[in-house]
């Protein structure tokens, strides 16, 4: 058949199944002796009016009825075959109709015919070329030539009122599978018993009983059992009446429906598919939901391989093929099976799992191409004895008969294999078995390329979380902390928030939080670049509006080198942040903000206070200077700095947030940590919406007995006196092992700062000495200049310069700081073990 006789066999058993046909049973003269109850709702005619009439003065054209005579006495109409004709109705007027018209043979011999018509108005699929300008006589078969007419895969069978086959078409029996000469003068439970039977002869009773036709029935072939097939039909049942309206028996119109159903099972799978796999960016996990859907809607048994790089998010090879007589590793990323703890597989899903290097898997991992067995061959000497001897016996205990090995492959890279196995469905895969697999695997594919991609980029976020917050961040002697960072952006783990607690000299802490806007990587990265830079600036013991300002410089900086080139610059970096210094040998703390949320302070009783502290603009818009406020703090006062994210509610004011803070803040009972945990707990939107970062410092100070310190006029008679006081407190403090370095470098600073700072003191001649016992021993020097000492390397020939470079040397480090009055340069040294 042509494309177009294959059009009219799909629409013609579309049309079976749509609707409920006329259907009359013609004897071999083309006599009407059964009249169903919608041929007399089609045409008019009653089955009184009917029956004994020729079927052929129902058509229109005289040609018509004339061919259609000559046919049925020369039986040239065989087989089953369609088309479309005008029929006359009883009130006179013309219908097109859709014709099909099948032989029957009879038990008696004789030959019949059953006539299935529809009104073709009901029928907007049938071929728009089959119509009725064109006569029936000009497609009728005559005894010269072939038929023309499309011939039809429909099964009809005819049944007495004792539901006994009395007439059958040739295709019935090619379609169910009973045989003529089995099915004719017998009942269907007789030539096929079971349950199948017995639920269509109910359903024949019930069509003989009501008269109203039963249509699209479902049934399976009745198929030996040694046929593997799963084919599956559906049928229509209608009650054929004679001249005197009683029931004369059943008409069976049946239709092959195994390819369509299979076409919407697989459309089934397919739309499971799109909504099981790929759930998560988990690739075991993806993996194990391939292989639940597999089984059992395609198998009994299926794995999910993976190479092991791809959990991992590396970069798998193109062809996974042996190297070196070595085949790469597998991961089993999922197991499914019909029985309970899968016993069929040699491992557990997550195991390593070995390759053979002769087997259809290697042939698969080289082609890149689908392994199809659908007879397994499980037999002595197959590649399984030889190379795989443990996987051979599990095949043999497990009945295993078919089997498909499908490549799991995404962007040109092989990132694992499937495999697909019967065992108690004796059906054999097939070529459409195999093409839903690939399919499936397809699928999964992307789901798996995602998550590896997804693994990849996760870890390079946490490898740049990890290098851009504090890995162990602690207040020394200054403060306790505690903090919580939460990104919004949960997949990477990563956002715009940061935060820093950074020693500063003269066991003083900076705290520093900050938020760029946005979030994931590239909030990130810019917030990374505002890390960097405050740390520098943090340790150039700035005051912080200064530290600020100069902030506020950099974000400007890096805002024009990211803007294109003749286009005006665009704030590209939004940010806002809050610097604090605490100095715990006089408990008080320099704050400066810009743009950012106030901070808390909890007093040690547990009353919580937003200090008045200028707002100050967010950083990268250089439009007014920043403000610093110092305040006096008690010993055990803990300072909160926070992120908006952790305050801001969509609808609602910011101070409702606030209040919200201060509630959760005044918990004084609890320790440190706990106080954060519960604060974020508490306080955090869900879902999240925007990062939270809350960092917690309780505040310490030092004792009168860990701080010494005297004036000095600036005279080089009293270094030597200096150098006294400075060893006799060592002596005090039991660190008797650091008085010769210490006096090395009091005597350096004590010369360094009246040599180069009686030039600019301002007539204020006098000379700071400040030693403090903490985490480290601090040695400061302080005088009114503003000169920023240097260290050089000196000549030989050079009488001066080398006192710095001394105290570099003595020191674990070193440096200066301004102050309103002048400058401190300091050292600090490690303390004994001892001590």
């Given at each position: 058949?042509?494309s177009?006789?294959?059009?009219?066999?799909s629409?013609?058993?579309?049309?079976?199944?749509?609707?409920?046909?006329?259907?009359?049973?013609l004897?071999e003269?083309?006599?009407?002796?059964g009249?169903?109850?919608a041929?007399?709702?089609l045409?008019?005619?009653?089955?009184?009016?009917?029956?004994?009439?020729?079927?052929?003065?129902l058509?229109?054209?005289a040609?018509?009825?004339?061919?259609?005579?000559?046919?049925?006495?020369?039986?040239?109409?065989?087989?089953c075959?369609?088309?479309?004709?005008?029929?006359r109705?009883?009130?006179g007027?013309?219908?097109?109709?859709c014709?099909c018209?099948?032989?029957l043979?009879?038990?008696?011999?004789?030959?019949?015919?059953?006539v299935?018509?529809?009104?073709?108005a009901?029928l907007?699929?049938w071929?728009?070329?089959?119509?009725?300008?064109?006569?029936?006589?000009?497609?009728?078969?005559?005894?010269?030539?072939?038929?023309?007419?499309?011939?039809?895969?429909?099964?009809?069978?005819?049944?007495?009122?004792?539901l006994r086959c009395?007439?059958v078409?040739?295709?019935?029996?090619s379609?169910?599978?009973?045989p003529?000469?089995k099915?004719l003068?017998?009942?269907?439970?007789?030539?096929?018993p079971?349950?199948?039977?017995?639920?269509?002869?109910a359903v024949?009773?019930?069509?003989?009983?009501s008269?109203d036709?039963?249509?699209?029935?479902?049934?399976?072939?009745?198929l030996p059992a040694?046929?593997?097939?799963?084919r599956?039909l559906?049928?229509?049942?209608?009650?054929?009446d004679?001249?005197?309206?009683?029931a004369?028996?059943v008409?069976?119109?049946?239709?092959?429906?195994?390819?369509?159903?299979?076409?919407r099972?697989?459309?089934?799978?397919?739309?499971?598919?799109?909504r099981r796999?790929?759930?998560?960016?988990d690739?075991?996990?993806?993996?194990?939901?391939?292989?639940?859907?597999?089984?059992?809607l395609?198998?009994d048994y299926?794995?999910?391989?993976?190479?092991?790089?791809?959990?991992l998010?590396?970069?798998?090879?193109?062809?996974?093929?042996?190297?070196?007589?070595?085949?790469?590793v597998f991961?089993?990323?999922g197991?499914?099976?019909?029985?309970p703890r899968?016993?069929?597989?040699l491992f557990a899903?997550?195991?390593?799992?070995?390759v053979?290097?002769?087997?259809?898997f290697t042939?698969?991992?080289?082609?890149g191409?689908?392994?199809?067995?659908?007879?397994l061959?499980a037999?002595?000497g197959?590649?399984?004895?030889?190379?795989?001897?443990?996987?051979?016996?599990?095949l043999?205990?497990?009945a295993?008969?078919s089997?498909?090995?499908?490549p799991?492959?995404?962007?040109?890279?092989m990132?694992?294999v499937?495999v697909?196995?019967?065992?108690?469905?004796a059906?054999?895969?097939?070529?459409?078995d195999l093409?839903?697999?690939e399919?499936?695997?397809?699928?999964?594919?992307?789901?798996?390329?995602?998550?590896?991609?997804?693994v990849?980029?996760?870890?390079?976020?946490?490898?740049?979380?990890?290098l851009?917050?504090?890995h162990?961040?602690?207040g020394?002697s200054?403060?306790d902390?505690a903090?919580?960072?939460?990104?919004?952006?949960s997949?990477?783990g990563?956002?715009?928030?940061?935060?820093?607690?950074?020693?500063?000299?003269?066991?003083?802490?900076?705290l520093?939080?900050?938020?760029v806007?946005?979030?994931?990587?590239?909030a990130?990265?810019?917030?990374?670049q505002?890390?960097t830079?405050?740390?520098t600036l943090?340790?150039?013991?700035?005051?912080?509006?200064?530290?600020l300002?100069?902030?506020?410089e950099?974000?400007?900086?890096?805002?024009?080198?990211?803007a294109?080139p003749?286009?005006?610059?665009?704030?590209a970096?939004?940010?806002?942040?809050?610097?604090?210094v605490?100095?715990p040998?006089?408990?008080t703390?320099?704050?400066?903000?810009?743009?950012?949320p106030?901070?808390?302070?909890?007093?040690?009783?547990?009353?919580?206070?937003?200090?008045?502290l200028?707002?100050?603009a967010p950083?990268?818009?250089?439009?007014?200077?920043?403000?610093s406020?110092?305040?006096?703090?008690?010993e055990g006062?803990?300072?909160?700095?926070?992120t908006?994210g952790?305050?801001?509610v969509?609808d609602?004011?910011?101070?409702?947030?606030?209040?919200?803070l201060?509630?959760?803040?005044?918990r004084?009972?609890l320790?440190?940590?706990?106080?954060?945990s519960s604060?974020?707990d508490?306080?955090?939107?869900?879902?999240?919406?925007?990062?939270v970062?809350?960092?917690?410092?309780?505040?310490?100070?030092?004792?009168?007995?860990q701080?010494?310190?005297w004036?000095?006029?600036?005279?080089?008679?009293?270094?030597?006196?200096a150098?006294t006081?400075?060893?006799?407190q060592l002596?005090?403090?039991?660190?008797?092992?650091?008085?010769e370095?210490?006096?090395l470098?009091?005597?350096?600073l004590?010369?360094?700062?009246i040599?180069?700072?009686?030039s600019?003191?301002?007539?204020?001649?006098?000379?700071?000495?400040?030693l403090?016992?903490?985490e480290?021993l601090?040695?400061?020097?302080?005088?009114?200049?503003?000169?920023h000492?240097?260290?050089?390397h000196?000549?030989t020939?050079?009488e001066?310069?080398?006192?710095?470079?001394?105290?570099?040397q003595?020191s674990?480090?070193?440096?200066?700081r301004h102050?309103?009055?002048?400058?401190?340069?300091?050292?600090?040294?490690?303390?004994?073990?001892?001590?």
């Amino acid at each position: 058949m042509g494309s177009s006789a294959e059009t009219a066999v799909s629409e013609a058993q579309t049309a079976i199944k749509r609707v409920r046909p006329a259907i009359a049973l013609l004897d071999e003269q083309g006599t009407v002796v059964g009249w169903s109850q919608a041929a007399q709702r089609l045409v008019g005619y009653s089955a009184m009016e009917a029956v004994g009439r020729s079927a052929g003065v129902l058509l229109v054209a005289a040609d018509d009825r004339a061919r259609a005579s000559q046919a049925a006495r020369e039986s040239t109409l065989r087989g089953c075959w369609s088309d479309v004709t005008q029929v006359r109705h009883r009130d006179g007027r013309s219908i097109d109709v859709c014709l099909c018209v099948s032989s029957l043979s009879g038990h008696d011999g004789r030959d019949w015919w059953v006539v299935c018509a529809a009104d073709k108005a009901s029928l907007p699929a049938w071929p728009a070329k089959a119509t009725a300008a064109e006569p029936l006589h000009a497609r009728l078969p005559s005894p010269s030539r072939l038929p023309l007419p499309s011939r039809l895969p429909i099964g009809v069978v005819i049944r007495d009122t004792h539901l006994r086959c009395t007439q059958v078409n040739h295709t019935q029996g090619s379609k169910d599978g009973i045989p003529s000469h089995k099915r004719l003068g017998r009942r269907l439970t007789e030539a096929a018993p079971g349950a199948m039977a017995e639920m269509l002869e109910a359903v024949m009773h019930q069509v003989l009983e009501s008269g109203d036709p039963a249509i699209n029935v479902d049934y399976q072939a009745f198929l030996p059992a040694n046929v593997r097939s799963n084919r599956m039909l559906t049928a229509s049942y209608v009650r054929l009446d004679d001249a005197q309206g009683r029931a004369l028996g059943v008409c069976v119109v049946s239709v092959d429906v195994t390819d369509s159903r299979r076409a919407r099972e697989r459309l089934a799978i397919l739309g499971e598919a799109s909504r099981r796999i790929g759930t998560t960016l988990d690739v075991m996990q993806t993996g194990q939901e391939l292989a639940d859907l597999a089984v059992p809607l395609l198998a009994d048994y299926a794995t999910v391989d993976l190479a092991e790089s791809v959990p991992l998010g590396e970069e798998p090879l193109a062809h996974l093929s042996p190297q070196g007589g070595r085949i790469p590793v597998f991961r089993r990323a999922g197991l499914a099976s019909i029985h309970p703890r899968t016993p069929e597989s040699l491992f557990a899903r997550g195991e390593p799992v070995f390759v053979p290097p002769t087997s259809p898997f290697t042939g698969v991992l080289r082609s890149g191409k689908s392994h199809f067995e659908p007879m397994l061959d499980a037999s002595p000497g197959t590649w399984l004895d030889h190379h795989d001897a443990a996987r051979a016996q599990k095949l043999r205990e497990h009945a295993m008969h078919s089997l498909m090995i499908v490549p799991i492959k995404a962007r040109g890279a092989m990132l694992g294999v499937v495999v697909f196995v019967r065992t108690e469905d004796a059906r054999p895969f097939e070529e459409d078995d195999l093409l839903l697999a690939e399919e499936l695997v397809s699928w999964a594919a992307l789901a798996l390329d995602n998550a590896r991609q997804y693994v990849r980029e996760r870890s390079a976020a946490l490898a740049l979380q990890r290098l851009l917050l504090p890995h162990r961040p602690t207040g020394g002697s200054a403060a306790d902390v505690a903090w919580r960072y939460l990104p919004a952006d949960s997949h990477h783990g990563i956002g715009g928030d940061w935060f820093d607690v950074i020693p500063l000299s003269g066991a003083r802490v900076a705290l520093v939080v900050g938020d760029v806007v946005g979030h994931g990587i590239n909030a990130a990265a810019k917030m990374g670049q505002l890390r960097t830079a405050m740390r520098t600036l943090a340790d150039m013991d700035m005051p912080p509006d200064e530290v600020l300002s100069r902030l506020d410089e950099q974000v400007i900086r890096l805002t024009e080198a990211e803007a294109e080139p003749r286009h005006q610059v665009t704030t590209a970096m939004a940010a806002t942040c809050l610097y604090a210094v605490y100095d715990p040998v006089t408990r008080t703390c320099t704050m400066a903000r810009a743009g950012h949320p106030l901070p808390a302070i909890i007093d040690p009783y547990g009353h919580v206070t937003f200090p008045d502290l200028p707002t100050g603009a967010p950083l990268g818009l250089g439009l007014v200077p920043f403000e610093s406020v110092t305040w006096e703090l008690a010993e055990g006062s803990v300072l909160a700095l926070y992120t908006d994210g952790l305050v801001e509610v969509r609808d609602q004011d910011i101070s409702a947030g606030m209040n919200r803070l201060r509630a959760a803040l005044a918990r004084p009972d609890l320790t440190l940590d706990d106080l954060c945990s519960s604060a974020v707990d508490t306080l955090r939107a869900k879902p999240p919406s925007d990062d939270v970062t809350l960092l917690l410092a309780r505040t310490r100070s030092l004792n009168a007995d860990q701080v010494a310190s005297w004036q000095f006029r600036s005279d080089p008679a009293i270094v030597g006196h200096a150098r006294t006081l400075a060893t006799r407190q060592l002596t005090q403090w039991g660190l008797e092992q650091l008085a010769e370095s210490t006096e090395l470098i009091v005597s350096e600073l004590f010369t360094n700062a009246i040599i180069h700072g009686s030039s600019d003191c301002n007539g204020d001649r006098t000379i700071g000495l400040r030693l403090i016992r903490h985490e480290m021993l601090t040695c400061e020097v302080s005088d009114a200049s503003n000169s920023h000492p240097l260290a050089r390397h000196a000549r030989t020939t050079d009488e001066h310069g080398r006192g710095l470079f001394l105290v570099n040397q003595l020191s674990r480090r070193w440096g200066t700081r301004h102050t309103s009055d002048g400058k401190i340069i300091w050292a600090d040294q490690q303390l004994p073990t001892s001590a």
